[in-house]
């Protein structure tokens, strides 16, 4: 008995000591979470360029934790340097069972989307825009059912349809899907995400009709399935959306009439539907009182255009272009006082043009040509003081040009050709200074043919060196005098006519008043700097904030971002965070500030320094303007001039904003950066050198002006030495040339301005386009219409659709693997400026190899960049 119960004990003893072994055994076999998390980013790889001490992992960049220290957020746009590739699905998903946040933005992932991604089960954002993803989405992108934000735009090799199992993800806030080459329909299960308030699937080939499911979505605000291939009828569903703002359907094969229950979208502020067959407007649309942009153009609209058309009375743009529209130019228009542009061309409206169009004080664009129009031009036109562009063609209007004509300073575009208009041109037309476009050709004008002082119509014919312009806007009117082919004028073309003791009196005294000035000025500044000095801050260290104001103490910058506070936050670069602050003296300005790390960095602070001493010696009106700067201990920051619509790269990856951006738009743009570039190349002595010129180191103000920034790594050029360096700049826009020479030179400028030229006509990065320089051949049957931005019609202006290949022209110039067969920045700029004659072939014909062997390159008269 106890011999067995010894037994017994002896084996209870080891039985114990087996298990506690095994449960060791276990345990160490499963590493705790926070253990996982490391092996996890070890085994990815991801960030095996930056560091492999994983326990100081949540300083690793674009890794945010919690205060357990477990990975909360991975935010690679705050770290543009982690080189993902093809490692993207090495990472083991299932490790980070607290990670809320993934954005690898603009990050060249590579591969497709691996299904493990449904195990981050905590996700509530996703963004793999960008990226250069392939392959079909995964269902199991369903499983995320706490994720409020997913964006997959901008991955053309994606291919398949969208995942049914999409509708499962209930807190989706925002879906992003635009540009992925997605095909077929879109799948009723989405009528499941209640919450969602944008959705965005343009630029694929989605087929099959909208289905009605959509109407579920009551707290959307904004829908765009444009530029697919849907076809059927917008269903009468859509009107149960009462809180869409945005409603964009443009580029599809949608048929049948507009349904009435569009009415019920009483907060709609933008409703495109261009390019599509449309037959009948509802009279309810009228009700949409707080409509802003109605683009119904390139349809097959019939009827009149009714008086309820007076209920709009938000409406800004209003587009009707290219329908069936018949009857009279309604009166209702005139009480539309916020109406900047008006396109109701290629219709057949008939009856007079109202005088009362010129109570409309804001109007910029008046498009009418093409149409049964007849009676003359009513004088009232010339109090529209804003208009740029007016285009009355190909109507059947009489009588004369209205003389007052010549007092609208802002006309650029001026088309009355083809019309019965009779008389003399008025000589003040020749007082439009800013006209690039002029055609009164095929009328009955008599007369004299005005001195024109607009320099950017005429050419040189290279016959004989007489300045014309061509085509001849006077063609057609028999009765005008010859045409004497007239030296181009200047607004100081009237000098000659200035008395000759002015002439010799003036320059002297202009030179004694400004000897005197300055004299006055130079003994002004030097007391300053015999009496006061620089006045440090109370940390001793340099803050010069200039401005109309004066100096400003870094207390007060603090304080005008609250120390620096995340709201005003406004985007993060390379080695710092802007702000937007707003100054004591009511001035809003950008302040551009180094990370509290890096700010001690000495890499960084060469950067900073670079920047202030190239921004402070250039002036130019396309180059960002530097208000100030200050060096403060662990604060450096910049003080630019406040940019409205941020950069180039943002504005194009917006939907809205890639609209208002039109083609006249883009194309100025370019132009402005051009100038910019040539400024810093040949009028900067020594020649400056950017180094990073991509889309992100564009900013945009509030007009869609261009102007270059980030010149924290711009160098001057010493022509007589080898210029070595490393390679610095944007991966996707540095010239090939430096991965093998290293040597910089102004060339490598001119690489990356043609990838932002074409970047910006294309509404995305143009990678595939380069990849296919390197063999010519597959660009024969690749057409320029085929990468254009789809979501920008294509243009029906001659004169804009002339500046768009001459535009594509020059950045494939640009693109030249040889170097010396770039144009310089100053030729690009010269071409600009230059005058170009008819395509000849229509747009859609021409080839990307055209362009590229500049078959389609128009020269004519060069002249001076303008500073």
Same mark, same amino acid.
């Given at each position: 008995?106890?011999?067995?119960?010894?037994?017994?004990?002896?084996?209870?003893?080891?039985?114990?000591?087996?298990?506690?072994?095994? %449960?060791?055994?276990?345990?160490?076999?499963?590493?705790?979470?926070?253990?996982? !998390?490391?092996?996890?980013?070890?085994?990815?790889?991801?960030?095996?360029? /930056?560091?492999?001490?994983?326990?100081?992992?949540?300083?690793?960049?674009?890794?945010?934790?919690?205060?357990?220290?477990?990975?909360?957020?991975?935010?690679?746009?705050?770290?543009?340097?982690?080189?993902?590739?093809?490692?993207?699905?090495?990472?083991?998903?299932?490790?980070?069972?607290?990670?809320?946040?993934?954005?690898?933005? $603009?990050?060249?992932?590579?591969?497709?989307?691996?299904?493990?991604?449904?195990?981050?089960?905590?996700?509530?954002? =996703? $963004?793999?825009?960008?990226?250069?993803?392939?392959?079909?989405?995964?269902?199991?992108?369903?499983?995320?059912?706490?994720?409020?934000?997913?964006?997959?735009?901008?991955?053309?090799?994606?291919? +398949?349809?969208?995942?049914?199992?999409?509708?499962?993800?209930?807190?989706?806030?925002?879906?992003?899907?635009?540009?992925? +080459?997605?095909?077929?329909?879109?799948?009723?299960?989405?009528?499941?995400?209640?919450?969602?308030?944008?959705?965005?699937?343009?630029?694929?080939?989605?087929?099959?009709?909208?289905?009605?499911?959509?109407?579920?979505?009551?707290?959307?605000?904004?829908?765009?399935?444009?530029?697919?291939?849907?076809?059927?009828?917008?269903?009468?569903?859509?009107?149960?959306?009462?809180?869409?703002?945005?409603?964009?359907?443009?580029?599809?094969?949608?048929?049948?009439?507009?349904?009435?229950?569009?009415?019920?979208?009483?907060?709609?502020?933008?409703?495109?539907?261009?390019?599509?067959?449309?037959?009948?407007?509802?009279?309810?649309?009228?009700?949409?009182?707080?409509?802003?942009?109605?683009?119904?153009?390139?349809?097959?609209?019939?009827?009149?255009?009714?008086?309820?058309? !007076? #209920?709009?009375?938000?409406?800004?743009?209003?587009?009707?272009?290219?329908?069936?529209?018949? +009857? /009279?130019?309604? =009166?209702?228009?005139?009480?539309?006082?916020?109406?900047?542009?008006?396109?109701?061309?290629?219709?057949?409206?008939?009856?007079?043009?109202?005088?009362?169009?010129?109570?409309?004080?804001?109007?910029?664009?008046?498009?009418?040509?093409?149409?049964?129009? *007849?009676?003359?031009?009513?004088?009232?036109?010339?109090?529209?003081?804003?208009?740029?562009?007016?285009?009355?063609?190909?109507?059947?209007?009489?009588?004369?040009?209205?003389?007052?004509?010549?007092?609208?300073?802002?006309?650029?575009?001026?088309?009355?050709?083809?019309?019965?208009?009779?008389?003399?041109?008025?000589?003040?037309?020749?007082?439009?200074?800013?006209?690039?476009?002029?055609?009164?050709?095929?009328?009955?004008?008599?007369?004299?043919?005005?001195?024109?002082?607009?320099?950017?119509?005429?050419?040189?014919?290279?016959?004989?060196?007489?300045?014309?312009?061509?085509?001849?806007?006077? !063609?057609?009117?028999?009765?005008?005098?010859?045409?004497?082919?007239?030296?181009?004028?200047?607004?100081?073309?009237?000098?000659?006519?200035?008395?000759?003791?002015?002439?010799?009196?003036?320059?002297?005294?202009?030179?004694?008043?400004?000897?005197?000035?300055?004299?006055?000025?130079?003994?002004?500044?030097?007391?300053?700097?015999?009496?006061?000095?620089?006045?440090?801050?109370?940390?001793?260290?340099?803050?010069?904030?200039?401005?109309?104001? +004066?100096?400003?103490?870094?207390?007060?910058?603090?304080?005008?971002? !609250?120390?620096?506070?995340?709201?005003?936050?406004?985007?993060?670069?390379?080695?710092?965070?802007?702000?937007?602050?707003?100054?004591?003296?009511?001035?809003?300005?950008?302040?551009? *500030?180094?990370?509290?790390?890096?700010?001690?960095?000495?890499?960084?602070?060469?950067?900073?320094?670079?920047?202030?001493?190239?921004?402070?010696?250039?002036?130019?009106?396309?180059?960002?303007?530097?208000?100030?700067?200050?060096?403060?201990?662990?604060?450096?920051?910049?003080?630019?001039?406040?940019?409205?619509?941020?950069?180039?790269?943002?504005?194009?990856?917006?939907?809205?904003?890639?609209?208002?951006?039109?083609?006249?738009?883009?194309?100025?743009?370019?132009?402005?950066?051009?100038?910019?570039?040539?400024?810093?190349?040949?009028?900067?002595?020594?020649?400056?050198?950017?180094?990073?010129?991509?889309?992100?180191?564009?900013?945009?103000?509030?007009?869609?002006?261009?102007?270059?920034?980030?010149?924290?790594?711009?160098?001057?050029?010493?022509?007589?030495?080898? #210029?070595?360096?490393?390679?610095?700049?944007?991966?996707?826009?540095?010239?090939?040339?430096? %991965?093998?020479?290293?040597?910089?030179?102004?060339?490598?400028?001119?690489?990356?301005?043609?990838?932002?030229?074409?970047?910006?006509?294309?509404? *995305?990065?143009?990678?595939?386009?380069?990849?296919?320089?390197?063999?010519?051949?597959?660009?024969?049957?690749?057409? =320029?219409?085929?990468?254009?931005?789809?979501?920008?019609?294509?243009?029906?202006?001659?004169?804009?659709?002339?500046?768009?290949?001459?535009?594509?022209?020059?950045?494939?110039?640009?693109?030249?693997?040889?170097?010396?067969?770039?144009?310089?920045?100053?030729?690009?700029?010269?071409?600009?400026?230059?005058? /170009?004659?008819?395509?000849?072939?229509?747009?859609?014909?021409?080839?990307?190899?055209?362009?590229?062997?500049?078959?389609?390159?128009?020269?004519?008269?060069?002249?001076?960049?303008?500073?």
């Amino acid at each position: 008995m106890a011999s067995s119960l010894i037994i017994s004990v002896i084996l209870g003893v080891l039985w114990a000591t087996i298990l506690l072994s095994s %449960a060791t055994t276990v345990t160490a076999a499963y590493p705790s979470p926070l253990e996982a !998390e490391a092996i996890a980013l070890l085994e990815s790889r991801w960030w095996s360029n /930056h560091s492999s001490n994983t326990s100081q992992r949540c300083q690793w960049p674009g890794i945010t934790c919690n205060t357990a220290e477990s990975i909360t957020q991975i935010n690679l746009s705050d770290a543009p340097n982690i080189e993902v590739g093809d490692r993207f699905g090495k990472l083991n998903f299932s490790s980070f069972p607290n990670l809320v946040l993934l954005n690898l933005s $603009d990050h060249q992932l590579r591969g497709k989307i691996p299904h493990q991604i449904g195990d981050l089960s905590a996700l509530k954002y =996703l $963004d793999l825009s960008y990226c250069g993803l392939s392959g079909e989405l995964p269902p199991s992108l369903g499983k995320l059912t706490q994720l409020e934000f997913l964006d997959i735009s901008y991955n053309d090799n994606i291919n +398949g349809s969208i995942p049914p199992q999409l509708g499962n993800l209930e807190n989706l806030v925002t879906l992003n899907l635009s540009q992925c +080459g997605i095909v077929g329909p879109v799948p009723s299960a989405l009528g499941q995400l209640i919450n969602l308030q944008s959705l965005i699937l343009s630029g694929n080939q989605i087929n099959g009709s909208i289905p009605l499911e959509i109407g579920y979505l009551r707290n959307l605000t904004y829908l765009s399935l444009s530029s697919n291939r849907i076809v059927g009828p917008i269903p009468s569903a859509l009107g149960q959306l009462t809180s869409l703002q945005s409603l964009i359907l443009w580029g599809n094969q949608i048929n049948g009439s507009i349904p009435l229950e569009i009415g019920h979208l009483r907060n709609l502020t933008y409703l495109d539907l261009y390019n599509n067959r449309l037959g009948l407007i509802p009279i309810t649309l009228y009700q949409l009182t707080n409509l802003e942009i109605l683009y119904l153009d390139y349809n097959q609209l019939q009827g009149s255009i009714p008086q309820d058309i !007076e #209920n709009l009375e938000n409406l800004k743009l209003l587009f009707l272009t290219n329908n069936s529209f018949i +009857g /009279h130019i309604p =009166l209702a228009l005139c009480h539309l006082t916020k109406l900047e542009y008006i396109s109701l061309s290629q219709n057949s409206l008939s009856g007079s043009i109202p005088s009362c169009i010129g109570s409309l004080s804001k109007m910029q664009y008046l498009i009418l040509g093409s149409n049964l129009l *007849k009676g003359p031009i009513p004088q009232e036109i010339c109090n529209l003081a804003n208009l740029t562009s007016l285009a009355l063609s190909q109507n059947k209007l009489s009588g004369s040009i209205p003389s007052c004509v010549g007092s609208l300073s802002k006309m650029r575009y001026l088309s009355l050709d083809s019309n019965l208009l009779k008389g003399s041109i008025p000589k003040d037309i020749g007082k439009l200074f800013d006209l690039s476009y002029l055609n009164l050709s095929f009328n009955q004008l008599s007369g004299p043919i005005p001195i024109l002082y607009a320099t950017d119509l005429y050419i040189v014919d290279a016959g004989n060196g007489c300045n014309k312009i061509s085509p001849d806007p006077f !063609e057609g009117n028999s009765d005008l005098s010859p045409y004497m082919c007239p030296t181009p004028v200047t607004k100081k073309a009237n000098s000659s006519r200035i008395p000759y003791y002015i002439k010799i009196f003036l320059p002297i005294a202009i030179l004694f008043t400004f000897s005197i000035l300055g004299c006055l000025l130079f003994s002004r500044f030097k007391l300053k700097n015999n009496h006061v000095s620089v006045q440090p801050t109370k940390n001793g260290d340099l803050c010069s904030i200039w401005n109309y104001d +004066g100096k400003i103490a870094y207390e007060d910058i603090v304080a005008a971002t !609250e120390d620096f506070d995340f709201r005003y936050c406004i985007g993060v670069g390379g080695y710092g965070s802007v702000y937007k602050a707003k100054l004591p003296c009511g001035k809003v300005v950008a302040l551009k *500030k180094l990370h509290h790390l890096e700010a001690e960095n000495p890499t960084f602070d060469k950067s900073f320094r670079n920047e202030i001493k190239f921004l402070s010696e250039i002036r130019h009106r396309n180059i960002v303007k530097l208000h100030g700067f200050c060096l403060h201990r662990r604060s450096m920051f910049l003080i630019y001039e406040y940019m409205e619509k941020g950069s180039l790269f943002c504005n194009l990856r917006d939907e809205v904003n890639a609209v208002e951006m039109d083609w006249t738009r883009r194309v100025e743009i370019i132009k402005g950066i051009a100038h910019a570039l040539s400024y810093l190349h040949h009028d900067c002595c020594p020649p400056i050198v950017h180094r990073d010129i991509s889309s992100n180191n564009v900013l945009l103000n509030s007009s869609f002006e261009a102007f270059v920034a980030d010149f924290g790594t711009a160098r001057m050029l010493d022509l007589d030495s080898s #210029n070595q360096t490393i390679i610095v700049g944007t991966c996707g826009y540095v010239a090939p040339e430096l %991965a093998y020479t290293m040597i910089v030179t102004e060339k490598c400028d001119v690489y990356s301005f043609g990838v932002v030229a074409l970047e910006t006509l294309m509404g *995305k990065h143009p990678e595939e386009v380069l990849s296919w320089l390197s063999s010519p051949t597959s660009l024969v049957n690749m057409k =320029l219409v085929d990468v254009l931005d789809n979501r920008l019609p294509l243009p029906t202006s001659q004169l804009v659709t002339q500046n768009l290949v001459h535009v594509a022209t020059l950045a494939f110039a640009c693109l030249n693997p040889q170097t010396k067969s770039r144009p310089t920045m100053k030729e690009v700029c010269e071409e600009f400026l230059s005058r /170009h004659t008819s395509l000849g072939i229509p747009l859609r014909m021409i080839s990307l190899l055209q362009l590229m062997n500049r078959e389609m390159h128009i020269g004519g008269k060069t002249k001076t960049c303008d500073v």
